[in-house]
């Protein structure tokens, strides 16, 4: 049997982070009431006209120069005319012929090593509305909000070739996005969306096959699934000696089967001509190294100080920078004057397993370094113990609570006298002669059960170490 090789590009939309939408002033928050944010702009009204948004461009510009793109200094917007129920104007204001970035590349890791992706080209334009399919009523709603909202496109070369490559691309994108603040990047809420233009071909040949492009891939395992599928079936139709169909495919991620949508329309379909309501933009060098000089530290920068100025190990860094929010985080806790490695502790153990358990991405935390910062110096000061640490910490990632005064009115301050835990570890010693007869046979286990019986007996406000401490003492007798 012949072995093929994938070839994958993306065209990656994101909603861009502005208060506003790209050429009107209404609201861009996620979530809204159907329809309430909208104006006579956004909705298509006759007689409406647009006004850019000046951070769209900055976004746009600053997203391309941190993917090596060339800034097209001299830009424009056209109109792409297409005929749907959620495009209000019947036509949707984007970039043809003049894109604001072009010819960039950004680099991945993979199993076998550094990979070069290149971008083709970043460009501007509005999202339009959304279609809400009510099957009880059997009909199709419109919701206007996300008419207008600011959407950059980043279309890559089709130089991808597995599913690992296409994760590793889009988490690289996604990252550099969210370091610059151009986005949140919530695949769930689709602030970021991936369509995937597959084909494949027979090893060694420079021709490409027939693309298809999926879409409705809405996380990083469902693409990763559509890929394996889409390669499947079009190898499927080779081998029958059946052609593959250049065409738009849906992706059902429940059913993990795509169909087909619609023909795949090339540009000529959408009769693309210069937008008349708009000026060209022009972008002078000076605007371009403004932006620049904005640019942040991203990840890989990130990564190498913290193991050089926090010395915690590199695993930490990997894992820590792997989200904004959670870098912020760090560094926002240290500065406070929390020990690095227990910061990165508290951020790799239980914040990891409660973003799990909760089912959360690290964006959506919502609990401040102070109160990290205040929970590791009560431990460190030895008020509370590390049991109940682990209590406090989930009311602060859940609710954000000030850990002192949560400790104060709950009473779970550590019990430091040291004559009374004497009387309780007499009292635990008294009630257990078999485990104090294993322990003084050799069997260390024991003194975990004894202490985790003084423990109990406390309320679990002593100080293991103490525990374990006075237990040998009192033994050793």
Same mark, same amino acid.
């Given at each position: 049997?012949?072995?093929?090789?994938?070839?994958?590009?993306?065209?990656?939309?994101?909603?861009?982070?502005?208060?506003?939408?790209?050429?009107?002033?209404?609201?861009?928050?996620?979530?809204?009431?159907?329809?309430?944010?909208?104006?006579?702009?956004?909705?298509?009204?006759?007689?409406?006209?647009?006004?850019?948004?000046?951070?769209?461009?900055?976004?746009?510009?600053?997203?391309?120069?941190?993917?090596?793109?060339?800034?097209?200094?001299?830009?424009?917007?056209?109109?792409?005319?297409?005929?749907?129920?959620?495009?209000?104007?019947?036509?949707?204001?984007?970039?043809?012929?003049?894109?604001?970035?072009?010819?960039?590349?950004?680099?991945?890791?993979?199993?076998?090593?550094?990979?070069?992706?290149? %971008?083709?080209?970043?460009?501007?334009?509005?999202?339009?509305?959304?279609?809400?399919?009510?099957?009880?009523?059997?009909?199709?709603?419109?919701?206007?909000?996300?008419?207008?909202? +600011?959407?950059?496109?980043?279309?890559?070369?089709?130089?991808?070739?597995?599913?690992?490559?296409?994760?590793?691309?889009?988490?690289?994108?996604?990252?550099?996005?969210?370091?610059?603040?151009?986005?949140?990047?919530?695949?769930?809420?689709?602030?970021?969306?991936?369509?995937?233009?597959?084909?494949?071909?027979?090893?060694?040949?420079?021709?490409?096959?027939?693309?298809?492009?999926?879409?409705?891939?809405?996380?990083?395992?469902?693409?990763?699934?559509?890929?394996?599928?889409?390669?499947?079936?079009? %190898?499927? #139709?080779?081998?029958?000696?059946?052609?593959?169909?250049?065409?738009?495919?849906?992706?059902?991620?429940?059913?993990?089967?795509?169909?087909?949508?619609?023909?795949?329309?090339?540009?000529?379909?959408?009769?693309?001509?210069?937008?008349?309501?708009?000026?060209?933009?022009?972008?002078?060098?000076?605007?371009?190294?403004?932006?620049?000089?904005?640019?942040?530290?991203?990840?890989?920068?990130?990564?190498?100080?913290?193991?050089?100025?926090?010395?915690?190990?590199?695993?930490?860094?990997?894992?820590?920078?792997?989200?904004?929010?959670?870098?912020?985080?760090?560094?926002?806790?240290?500065?406070?004057?929390?020990?690095?490695?227990?910061?990165?502790?508290? #951020?790799?153990?239980?914040?990891?397993?409660?973003?799990?358990?909760?089912?959360?991405? +690290?964006?959506?935390?919502?609990?401040?370094?102070?109160?990290?910062?205040? #929970?590791?110096?009560?431990?460190?000061?030895?008020?509370?113990?590390?049991?109940?640490?682990?209590?406090?910490?989930?009311?602060?990632?859940?609710?954000?609570?000030?850990?002192?005064?949560?400790?104060?009115?709950?009473?779970?301050?550590?019990?430091?006298?040291?004559?009374?835990?004497?009387?309780?570890?007499?009292?635990? %010693?008294?009630?257990?002669?078999?485990?104090?007869?294993?322990?003084?046979?050799?069997?260390?286990?024991?003194?975990?059960?004894?202490?985790?019986?003084?423990?109990?007996?406390?309320?679990?406000?002593?100080?293991?170490?103490?525990?374990?401490?006075?237990?040998?003492?009192?033994?050793?007798?």
């Amino acid at each position: 049997m012949a072995r093929y090789e994938t070839v994958i590009g993306l065209e990656v939309h994101v909603e861009l982070a502005t208060k506003t939408k790209i050429f009107c002033g209404c609201s861009t928050e996620f979530g809204g009431a159907p329809n309430t944010h909208t104006c006579p702009v956004c909705t298509g009204m006759p007689g409406s006209l647009p006004v850019l948004n000046k951070q769209v461009v900055e976004y746009a510009m600053a997203v391309g120069l941190a993917t090596n793109c060339t800034i097209t200094q001299n830009c424009k917007f056209d109109r792409k005319n297409y005929f749907y129920p959620d495009n209000p104007q019947n036509y949707q204001i984007s970039q043809l012929y003049l894109p604001i970035c072009r010819n960039g590349k950004v680099e991945i890791n993979t199993g076998s090593g550094k990979k070069f992706i290149g %971008i083709h080209e970043i460009h501007m334009e509005e999202d339009a509305g959304k279609l809400i399919h009510d099957e009880w009523e059997d009909c199709s709603l419109v919701d206007h909000n996300r008419s207008g909202v +600011p959407l950059i496109e980043i279309v890559s070369e089709p130089d991808m070739r597995s599913a690992e490559e296409v994760i590793a691309y889009l988490e690289k994108l996604r990252l550099i996005i969210q370091y610059l603040g151009a986005s949140d990047c919530k695949l769930n809420e689709g602030s970021m969306r991936a369509d995937v233009n597959l084909s494949v071909r027979e090893a060694g040949t420079e021709t490409f096959g027939t693309r298809t492009e999926m879409k409705n891939l809405n996380s990083f395992k469902a693409i990763a699934r559509a890929i394996e599928s889409e390669r499947e079936r079009q %190898i499927e #139709l080779i081998e029958e000696g059946k052609t593959v169909v250049q065409e738009t495919r849906r992706w059902d991620d429940n059913k993990e089967y795509s169909y087909a949508m619609r023909s795949k329309e090339d540009a000529k379909d959408y009769r693309y001509f210069p937008e008349p309501d708009l000026v060209p933009i022009r972008i002078s060098s000076q605007w371009i190294e403004q932006v620049r000089s904005r640019q942040p530290e991203f990840r890989d920068e990130k990564m190498e100080r913290y193991v050089r100025d926090y010395h915690i190990p590199e695993y930490d860094a990997d894992i820590i920078t792997s989200s904004k929010k959670m870098a912020d985080l760090f560094e926002e806790s240290v500065s406070l004057g929390g020990n690095a490695k227990k910061v990165s502790n508290y #951020l790799m153990g239980e914040t990891m397993r409660l973003l799990k358990e909760h089912e959360m991405e +690290p964006e959506d935390m919502g609990f401040s370094p102070e109160n990290l910062t205040k #929970l590791i110096g009560l431990l460190d000061a030895g008020t509370i113990n590390g049991s109940v640490a682990k209590e406090v910490f989930e009311k602060i990632f859940l609710e954000d609570i000030d850990p002192e005064r949560y400790v104060e009115e709950h009473g779970l301050k550590m019990n430091n006298d040291e004559e009374g835990l004497r009387a309780v570890i007499g009292e635990v %010693i008294a009630a257990n002669p078999q485990s104090v007869a294993d322990f003084r046979n050799g069997k260390e286990k024991a003194m975990g059960f004894l202490v985790g019986q003084t423990m109990k007996a406390t309320g679990g406000k002593a100080d293991p170490g103490m525990i374990n401490k006075i237990l040998r003492e009192l033994l050793d007798n």
